[in-house]
């Protein structure tokens, strides 16, 4: 179970295409976790990380719309919430001991995360560019 970076989700903007190759990295260790049959406590640290580096990475999506004036930025921003509770329910059940929810979880975040660069992101990148933003 990988996702591998394909260089069509590139957005043209330096900074968040590393961070979502650092996204696409968080989500493959867990992957790897999951095939290794690890521990709910590393599933668990994984998610913790994926958690933690994906508020970052909305956080200084949300700052750049905000600062090249992103008329959207009100409407985008439930997306970033519903992420991160989604991600958040899925620590929950992983803490709970559910192990069904591995393979569900995983392609829940690699259908997320082309949706996110493909879809949602390609929405601003246009109108931040032409504004200055690289």
Do not use: C
């Amino acid at each position: 179970m990988a996702i591998i970076w394909d260089k069509s989700w590139e957005i043209g903007l330096k900074d968040i295409d590393a961070q979502h190759k650092q996204l696409v990295d968080i989500i493959n260790e867990l992957g790897e976790a999951m095939k290794s049959r690890k521990t709910n406590d590393v599933l668990s640290k994984v998610l913790k990380e994926l958690d933690d580096y994906t508020r970052k990475h909305f956080a200084f999506e949300e700052a750049m719309m905000k600062r090249f004036g992103y008329e959207d930025l009100v409407a985008h921003k439930p997306l970033h919430t519903k992420f991160i509770q989604q991600i958040k329910d899925f620590r929950q059940q992983v803490d709970d001991g559910s192990i069904s929810v591995g393979v569900k979880m995983f392609n829940f975040l690699g259908d997320w995360l082309r949706g996110h660069i493909r879809g949602t992101d390609t929405q601003y990148v246009e109108v931040v560019k032409a504004k200055g933003a690289k």
